[in-house]
């Protein structure tokens, strides 16, 4: 089973911008179509962004143009740069597959705050 390690959330004024980074424990991460999550306490996880093996993206509304999902397959990374950060981005942050997650299990996630 593959383990997922994300990190590089912190906190961080509207405007700002964060990357994100997961660490999968196994090279056949590499065949597997891989997302972001987020979740706020209270709701349910929600898809940010999903990328292909191949390296075709896909973004959910709320993030188009701030956000770019990119993947290093020799590396074993998924990454996730956040531009134009707003108050609503406030979240932990996950990686799992795509476009359904929860094919590997959930790793502890990133928080990440945005507030002035």
């Known amino acids: 089973q593959v383990q997922l390690v994300e990190s590089g959330g912190g906190l961080v004024q509207p405007g700002g911008s964060l990357k994100l980074s997961c660490a999968a424990s196994?090279?056949?991460?590499?065949?597997?179509?891989m997302g972001w999550y987020r979740q706020v306490p209270g709701k349910q996880r929600e898809l940010v962004a999903g990328i292909t093996r191949g390296g075709s993206t896909n973004y959910t509304d709320s993030v188009k143009g701030r956000f770019t999902i990119s993947r290093d397959n020799a590396k074993k990374l998924l990454y996730l740069q956040m531009n134009s950060l707003k108050s609503e981005d406030t979240a932990v942050y996950y990686c799992n597959s795509w476009p359904l997650g929860g094919y590997f299990y959930w790793g502890q996630g990133t928080q990440v705050t945005v507030s002035s």
């Open positions: 196994s090279s056949i991460f590499s065949i597997y179509d």
